[in-house]
């Protein structure tokens, strides 16, 4: 628990994955902080203070001292707060569940991302193929409720966009013929207490990514 001393702030922006990977670490660790909503088309002096050089939401500020970069605050907030660890203690175990959500950022974000919101559709359809082929070396990866076991672990925090953009896009990723227990797991995840106090209305959700969707076509026509 963050004692009365510490001052935890998180500046976000609600319908962001990226944010809700930070929201759902605290929770897990019972962090108490004080959430600043930002606006990514009109960044606030508070933003471009804490993370200048990527100008980018989630930020953890605690105790004045500012982490950037969703995973980077998930491994800072599981070091800070020791309770509730959502990295493994074994230093294999650890390296794999960060190959594992490293991969989710290089490999699915991407074209999860393209297949969700490209207009062109020969470009979606190659992305779709893409991700479906990065999916199959999840599906193959899980081998339990949850990456982390039988509760939410480090690989499951980086995976939450996934299901995220499924539901936003309507897109039938995880079909338990295709994807059995990732169609498990996502299943799982909607139903864990934590993600469920944590994850906005579906509105907020599609609001974001409406933004977030527009903001890319304009930057590709110029």
């Not at 009365?4 to 670490?25: C, D, K, N, W, Y």
């Not at 508070?46 to 605690?62: A, C, G, Q, R």
């Not at 995840?189 to 974001?208: G, I, R, S, T």
């Amino acid at each position: 628990m963050a004692s009365s001393q510490e001052e935890v702030t998180l500046l976000g922006v609600v319908g962001s994955p990226f944010l809700h990977r930070v929201q759902i670490a605290l929770k897990l660790k019972g962090v108490e902080y004080k959430y600043l909503e930002d606006d990514l088309n009109n960044k606030s002096d508070l933003l471009l203070k804490y993370n200048p050089v990527y100008k980018m939401i989630p930020v953890l500020v605690h105790n004045e001292k500012p982490i950037s970069e969703s995973l980077v605050i998930v491994e800072y907030i599981d070091d800070t707060w020791k309770n509730n660890p959502i990295l493994p203690s074994d230093p294999y175990q650890r390296a794999l569940a960060r190959f594992w959500a490293k991969f989710i950022d290089d490999k699915c974000v991407v074209p999860a991302w393209k297949s969700a919101f490209m207009t062109d559709e020969k470009e979606k359809e190659k992305a779709k193929e893409e991700l479906f082929e990065t999916l199959s070396f999840l599906e193959n990866e899980l081998k339990g409720k949850f990456f982390g076991g039988e509760e939410f672990g480090f690989v499951d925090i980086a995976a939450v966009l996934i299901p995220i953009i499924q539901e936003i896009a309507g897109l039938q990723l995880f079909t338990s013929e295709k994807f059995p227990k990732l169609s498990k797991w996502s299943q799982d995840f909607h139903n864990h207490p934590v993600a469920n106090e944590v994850m906005p209305p579906k509105d907020q959700l599609f609001a974001y990514f409406k933004a977030r969707a527009q903001s890319f076509v304009a930057k590709r026509k110029n």
